[in-house]
């Protein structure tokens, strides 16, 4: 009954509507090939998260904005602020890569971003590119790659704010200012998010938080961004972006339930064209994670990560539908820590070359890397795509890759955890995808299978630590599609996954806290001044032990939100969002809460130019 109920809301959107045709502009992806080229020529799975969809989806969170990307499923440890893990393709969490403004970002010690603590309203635009990407980036990308921008600025000098109050305590806010000429330009944000939250754990002495603390486990954070840039008469392009997001978090633990958080991304680049043909882009930066941890208020423990980073890339154009691509990566991570780490340091230096061309009606990509880790010596990878277009409407594409995943400083060396004689995990990917476009439709289908050997797991037996434990099959299909339908917009996407070992105690076992299936359904129409949207995304069942047992399984359930808006002058919107209209009850890792019924409304305010 719950499920005809969100149909109905969701149709009821359409009614006595009518048809708005929208015409844009190709969208233009950087992360597939470290190149720019459009998405609808790009070989590989990629889903796209523009500025305008995070403001349409009154998304609060960057994990808010990312719930239904086909092909992704996302654990969360009791609501906003509580640790949040991201599977790509049913790969573990520290096998997705993450870069924001080409800088690669996360914890040396836990080998995964802190999703929950990047601000929503510092982004500009997301690519989502999935499969292996090790050939282009190195180490972590096996199930994919996460690219987040942030905002960049330029045109008029125009100011910016919007303010949000709702459930749970919440009140955010957001103030800004851009600008630029015709050769600079600059953005500025200063964004704050509060919540009281709700009691993150539903205590458990012996699984779970390991304890019993029924109280509101709120979060806090502040964020800066800063951007610019400016083009000189030479054709040199200079670039500096600075994001900087401190937090307090609170949750429900025996050993630590407070931490106080930073995470700041800085990097600069330079881009100039030797030649004609010849186009070259030198780009510097670093990423922290910092931690310090906290029982009762007393300080217990601190974790802070850097991740230094050189690159040097050199794109050749051969002829107008070929490109050559060729350059340097350096990587330093380095941990400082109340924990005493038998190594602190590494460092990873890299050699990469690709090639893209197009012949007719056939499209190639091919590339090759070779990393040198300072630990684990040589690993050689490699890409290969194809792409077929059978008519202007349809394309049929193909793609083999490799990668590898160096073992976190965590899994080496945390007392009494890790193990200093792991191998890194590796891995083979095969993909066959179709895709297709009209008027007023576009859509995609990917089927994909990954072999993973070496996967690092916790042993379940004696002597009870971390070891390479496994090997694993992650099969799947995934889809997405947008169309106009019956004078709405529509857009919905489709995730079938089966990850499993495939050796090991817990052979024949999915792997833990993936869903094994996943679909979103969107619904929206403008009336003019006025917007009204829908969602219902619904997710299968998943375990949260690697055995499977029948006590740690966790049922599917789906969600309804809805959202309105109200343009009331040409500078200000208002906004309305419902989520979980229903009240489901669910969870996404064992003993952990999630938010129930919610209402949050939002001011914006943006010049019109």
């Known amino acids: 009954m719950r499920y005809k109920l969100s ?95 080409g800088i690669k970002v996360g914890s040396a010690t836990l080998g995964t971003a802190s999703f929950q603590d990047i601000p929503v309203a510092q982004i500009e635009r997301i690519e989502i590119v999935r499969g292996p990407r090790a ?20 045109g008029a000098l125009t100011p910016s704010f919007s303010a949000t109050a709702g459930s ?64 000189f008469d030479n054709g040199v392009i200079a ?33 100039f064209a030797p030649t004609q043909a010849w186009n070259m882009t030198l780009r510097a930066g670093s990423g922290q994670d910092n931690s310090n941890n906290f029982l009762n208020g007393q300080f217990k423990t601190r974790f802070n990560t850097q991740r230094d980073s050189l690159s040097w890339q050199n794109d050749f154009a051969l002829d107008a539908d070929q490109l050559f691509t060729a350059g340097l990566d350096y990587q330093n991570d380095r941990v400082a820590s109340t924990t005493l780490y038998t190594q602190a340091t590494r460092s990873n230096r890299a050699l990469f070359g690709q090639y893209q061309g197009s012949f007719g009606a056939h499209s190639l990509q091919a590339s090759l890397r070779r990393d040198d880790n300072q630990q684990f010596g040589g690993h050689d990878t490699g890409g290969l795509g194809y792409g077929y277009a059978v008519n202007d409407a349809t394309r049929l594409t ?45 859509w995609s289908l990917y089927a994909y299978q990954t072999d993973v050997t070496d996967l ?41 996954q089966d990850p499993r070992q495939t050796s090991g105690t817990n052979q024949g076992k999915l792997l833990n806290r993936r869903a094994t299936e996943a679909a979103r359904i969107e619904v929206a129409h403008d009336f003019g001044v006025y917007r009204l949207a829908g969602s219902l995304y619904a997710e299968g069942r998943r375990f949260d032990d690697p055995a499977n047992t029948s006590a740690k399984r966790l049922g599917g359930y789906g969600l309804l939100d809805v959202r309105a808006e109200y343009r009331v002058a040409p500078d200000w919107l208002v906004q309305g969002r419902v989520d979980n209209l229903l009240d489901k009850q669910y969870e996404t890792a064992q003993f952990y809460n999630q938010a129930r019924r919610g209402l949050y409304f939002t001011l914006n305010y943006r010049p019109k130019n």
């Open 239 to 271: 670039d500096a972006q600075l994001l900087r997001a401190k937090s307090k978090n609170k949750f429900d633990g025996s050993s630590v339930n407070e931490a106080e958080g930073v995470q700041q991304v800085l990097g600069g680049s330079l881009k």
């Open 456 to 496: 690092i797991g916790y042993n379940t037996v004696l002597p009870f630590n971390i070891t390479n434990i496994s090997a694993a099959r992650l099969k799947g299909l995934e889809g997405q599609l947008k169309m106009q339908l019956a004078d709405c917009d529509f857009s919905g996407t489709l995730t079938l």
């Open 398 to 442: 193909a793609s083999y890759g490799t990668a590898f995943k160096a073992p976190t400083f965590n899994q080496l060396y945390y007392p009494l955890f890790g193990s200093a004689t792991l191998r890194p995990e590796l891995s083979r990917s095969i993909e066959a995808g179709v895709d297709g476009r009209g008027a007023l439709y576009k």
């Open 7 to 101: 149909a109905a809301l969701l149709g009821a959107v359409c009614t006595h509507a009518y048809a708005v045709v929208n015409e844009t502009l190709p969208d233009i992806v950087v992360t597939a090939t470290r190149t720019a080229q459009s998405a609808d020529a790009t070989l590989a799975s990629v889903s796209i998260i523009t500025r305008q969809d995070i403001v349409r989806l009154q998304a609060q969170s960057l994990p808010d904005v990312l719930r239904g990307v086909a092909g992704l499923t996302i654990s969360n440890s009791g609501g906003a602020g509580k640790a949040t893990s991201v599977f790509l393709r049913g790969t573990n969490a520290d096998h997705v890569l993450v870069l924001v403004d």
């Open 168 to 231: 749970y305590g919440t009140v955010n806010s957001a103030v800004g200012l851009s600008g630029g000429g015709e050769q600079g330009w600059f953005n500025f944000k200063l964004n704050q998010q509060n919540t009281a939250g709700f009691n993150a754990c539903r205590g458990s002495l012996v699984a779970g938080c390991f304890t019993n603390e029924p109280d509101k486990d709120g979060y806090h954070n502040s964020s800066l961004g800063l951007n610019g840039g400016y083009r």
């Open 135 to 154: 050939s282009l980036y190195g180490s972590e990308a096996i199930g994919g790659v996460i690219q987040i921008f942030t905002r960049k600025g330029g």
